[in-house]
Each structure stands twice: as structure tokens, then as C-alpha cells.
């Protein structure tokens, strides 16, 4: 099946620095690429949706500025945490979806990054 | 607005017992189905999906079927292993396919041998 890689799996970091996650679809081109957030023994909130090459849509009540996501190539998405605080501490997810190569409007998803603010 | 309702966990079943998780779904038009696992450390997998009423989805021994009748997409398996303990998500997307999923909370299965 499709593969997304997600990097890093785990970071740790200070109150008021910027971390920046990457997702990419190895084997396929993703038109699009959406960013999750679980919290534990809760269910997936979408954060925002991103087509590649324009401004990604942001769900309501997620701050576009405080969650900055970019969309670049087909097979790279990055979603930076701008001036983390410990609130922002949870799992990230992402997932990308393609109408071309893959299974079109499949979900695939990456294996999450565990966001710590200290 | 679309939503997914799953029945709260843990599940905690023996091995060969018969599994059933309940998931409802409220949603306007026709929308696709879909049931999700997550393994521990893992990112969520596709386990199994429909796209229209009375389609049964399969797969790895596990069944659903899209019943529209009840907003329902229940998971089953006749015979459960250890290597089943995961976490488990029903999904949605809705018939105006953005691409959008709308999960219920998960429910976590645990196996015991």
C-alpha cells in the first residue's frame, strides 16, 4: 500500500520555540495532505487541509498563524508549531490523499509525531 | 453537521471470542464509510471501507456493513486474535467529497491469549 512518512516521531522542546513536522508520501503524489490532532483516548480532529501549491484550510477554532502549514511539492507537507506553549503538547497526524496514482480519495496516514512542550 | 458515535472502550475479549464494535454516523446525503486501526506506536491503517448502502466492507477477517436504514457500520469478527489488540476509529466522509474524515472517539480492543 501508499506510504507517508512523518518526521520526527517525537520531539521535546522548549515553551516559546518553533518545531516543524514533515510529511511525505514516498510512493505516490498527494494532491492532498490533511493535519490532525489526537489527544489521548480521543478521537482525530482535523486541524486544516492543504492542496499542494496553495493556501491550506483551516478548520474553525485552529489559529492559522500558531499552526503554520506549506504544501510545496506533491510529496512534502510541513506543519510548524510557532512558539509552542505546553498546551500545544499532543499527537500529530498527518495523512495524504491522492487522485492519480494511489487509490483515489484514500486516506493514507503517517505514524503521528508526539508533540512535548515543557 | 456529519458525526461518528463508536461504543466507548476498552473491549476486552479472550482469543476466538466474536467481536462486534458498534459505530453510528449522522450525516446528510450518501456519505463513504470507513473503519481505521491504529497499532500501538502506529499511524492509522484502512482496514476496511464502503461507499453506498448495503455494501459490505471486508478484510483480515473483519466485516461491516453500510446500513442506512440505522446509520450504521458496525465492525465484526468471528474469531479475534492477540495481534488484534489495537485501537479502532469509524469514519465518514461526506458526499461532497473534499476528502474530509469525521471519526468517532475510537474504541480500544484488547486481547487476552
Known amino acids: 500500500g501508499a506510504v507517508v512518512s512523518q518526521h520526527p516521531s517525537r520531539v521535546i522542546c522548549k515553551s516559546g520555540t518553533s518545531v516543524k513536522i514533515e510529511c511525505r508520501s514516498l510512493?505516490?503524489?498527494?494532491?492532498?495532505m490533511f493535519w490532525y490532532r489526537q489527544f489521548p483516548k480521543q478521537s482525530l480532529m482535523l486541524m486544516a487541509t492543504?492542496?499542494?501549491?496553495?493556501?491550506?484550510?483551516?478548520e474553525q477554532g485552529v489559529e492559522k498563524d500558531k499552526f503554520l502549514i506549506n504544501h510545496a511539492s506533491l510529496t512534502l507537507s510541513t506543519l510548524t508549531v510557532t512558539s509552542a506553549h505546553p498546551e500545544d503538547s499532543s499527537f500529530y497526524i498527518c495523512?495524504?490523499?491522492?487522485?492519480?496514482?494511489?487509490?483515489?480519495?484514500?486516506?493514507?496516514f503517517g505514524a503521528g509525531t508526539r508533540l512535548s512542550v515543557l | 453537521g456529519n458525526s461518528v458515535t463508536q461504543m466507548e472502550g476498552p473491549v476486552t475479549l479472550s482469543e476466538e471470542a466474536f467481536l462486534t464494535i458498534n459505530c453510528t454516523y449522522t450525516?446528510?446525503?450518501?456519505?463513504?464509510l470507513f473503519w481505521y486501526v491504529q497499532y500501538p506506536g502506529e499511524g492509522l491503517q484502512l482496514l476496511l471501507k464502503?461507499?453506498?448502502?448495503?455494501d459490505k466492507g471486508s478484510n483480515k477477517g473483519f466485516e461491516a456493513t453500510y446500513r442506512k436504514e440505522t446509520t450504521s457500520f458496525h465492525l465484526e469478527k468471528g474469531s479475534v486474535q492477540v495481534s488484534d489488540s489495537a485501537v479502532y476509529f469509524c469514519?465518514?466522509?461526506?458526499?461532497?467529497?473534499?476528502?474530509?474524515?469525521?471519526f468517532g472517539q475510537g474504541t480500544t480492543l484488547q486481547v487476552k491469549p
Open positions: 495523512s495524504a490523499s491522492s487522485g492519480l496514482g494511489g487509490r483515489p480519495n484514500i486516506q493514507y
Open positions: 469514519a465518514l466522509r461526506g458526499s461532497g467529497n473534499t476528502g474530509k474524515l469525521i
Open positions: 510512493d505516490f503524489q498527494a494532491t492532498t
Open positions: 450525516a446528510t446525503g450518501y456519505p463513504s
Open positions: 492543504s492542496n499542494e501549491g496553495s493556501k491550506a484550510t483551516y
Open positions: 464502503a461507499t453506498k448502502a448495503d
